[in-house]
């Protein structure tokens, strides 16, 4: 078995899945990317980017590859932004780097499989 990225959405009762890898730590990467879904109804109209951990089974979409996480990423972000600050505007932002948060997110799976 393996850590995977998934796209996900809350529980019915508004809680955190289960099969999350849940933490604070660099590998435990949940809730990122949030793309709104009007068409389905509270607390489920989120779809987000999480890491699913090891062994773990649910109501997910595998994202099974970082080229098919940038392309997704590409697809939702629109006019995402990222922080860019400057000793002039502290508020700055640049464009969203789809390819750098594909990396980021992949770094991370790499990083829970390197547990296993």
Known sequence: M?????????????TIPDF???GHD???MHGVYVVVDSSTAAPRDN??????????????????SKDALQT??????????????TEDDPDNTKAFDNAAH???VWDALDACNATL
């Open 102 to 104: 594909a990396k980021r």
């Open 47 to 64: 779809v987000m980017v999480g890491i699913v951990k090891d062994g773990g089974s649910g109501d997910f979409e595998e994202i099974t």
């Open 72 to 85: 997704y990423l590409t697809s939702v972000s629109g006019d995402w932004t990222d922080p860019d600050p």
């Open 26 to 28: 660099p590998m435990g």
């Open 20 to 22: 999350l890898h849940f």
């Open 2 to 14: 393996a850590y995977k990225v998934c796209k996900y959405r809350l529980n019915a009762d508004g």
